[in-house]
């Protein structure tokens, strides 16, 4: 599995991803959500498409508000897996109209 630098990372970010950064060689968004409830149900579903991929986040959540970090520990950096969880969650906040 390939370890993007951060330079193609960013670039995969910006014609792939829906505002999501690239720094620390990870992948960050900050999402806001009108409740905690609809907050809590993104990552409910983020968590089991995470756990079906055995690909976990850094993530926390105050709130209304999730902040995620993706990264892929065991590479030492960005990769596929993490392109792909951002994307879900991407299509999740875009299908739910969060």
């Known amino acids: 599995m390939k370890t993007y630098s ?4 960013l670039k995969m970010a910006k014609e792939e991803l829906n505002n999501w950064e690239v720094k620390d060689g990870a992948l960050h968004k900050g999402l ?3 409740t905690f409830i609809e907050a809590f149900s993104f990552m409910t579903a983020f968590a089991l498409e ?10 926390s959540n105050s709130y209304n508000k999730v902040q995620i970090s ?12 993490d392109f ?3 994307g879900f969650a991407d299509k999740f906040v875009k299908t739910h109209h969060c």
């Open 6 to 9: 951060e330079k193609e990372a």
């Open 32 to 34: 806001k959500f009108s």
């Open 50 to 59: 995470a756990e079906k991929m055995d690909h976990h986040p850094d993530w």
């Open 70 to 81: 993706l990264t892929t520990h065991d590479k030492g950096g960005i990769t596929d897996k």
């Open 84 to 86: 792909k969880l951002a």
